[in-house]
């Protein structure tokens, strides 16, 4: 699956505010976004209008895709199934993409972004279920168990905190999918009913 390679801390300036996308970097004094509080290209630092209905919605679409690695092709995908899916579709849709094996690894402590965690998905670091998945956008579900092929290969994220929704066992040096997350336990600070709005006009 496609991927973007470009600069990471453009997309963090095009949002205004930090997505988080290159890990301890964005928690130090070399982040771009406290350097340059403003969005990146020529016009960039130059005042802007209030956006239109149409815009909050197009501005918390790109920035849900750029915190979660994702084009607009698998991105518009995920809001369809969670559109046919029952119960409420921001929180389906939010479910569908917390699921994501690179967001579990990433949520897990064992990556320091989820473009690192990607990566070490595609070099076979991770078994989900015992077995080795190269997957970034494998679903995992409650009870999957994801486990380090190499424990000490991988080093856990400083100062991280593992969600309710999943359970760590320290002696067996696995992380379980206790359950899937509901609204309250989103950690990303998006307007996810914008989005199911703009796909749905």
């Not at 070399?30 to 969005?39: D, E, G, L, T, V």
């Amino acid at each position: 699956m496609a991927s973007y390679k470009g600069p990471k801390c453009r997309l963090c300036r095009r949002e205004g505010e930090k997505l988080y996308l290159k890990g301890a970097r964005c928690y130090s004094d070399k982040c771009a976004i406290s350097k340059r509080p403003y969005a990146p290209g020529q016009h960039g630092n130059k005042r802007t209008r209030r956006l239109s209905g149409y815009g909050q919605q197009f501005r918390e679409k790109q920035k849900a895709k750029r915190t979660y690695g994702i084009l607009e092709t698998q991105f518009k995908n995920y809001v369809n199934a969670a559109l046919k899916t029952k119960g409420i579709t921001s929180e389906v849709l939010m479910q569908k993409l917390e699921s994501r094996f690179d967001n579990m690894i990433y949520r897990s402590g064992f990556a320091t972004s989820r473009s690192q965690s990607r990566q070490m998905i595609r070099s076979g670091f991770f078994m989900l279920n015992g077995e080795v998945v190269r997957i970034p956008s494998a679903q995992t579900h409650p009870g999957d168990v994801i486990k380090p092929v190499d424990f000490e290969r991988v080093h856990l994220r400083e100062g991280f905190v593992l969600p309710e929704w999943l359970k760590a066992n320290v002696k067996e040096r696995y992380v379980e999918v206790d359950r899937l997350p509901g609204l309250e336990d989103f950690q990303a600070d998006i307007n996810v009913q914008l989005i199911v709005e703009f796909y749905s006009r």
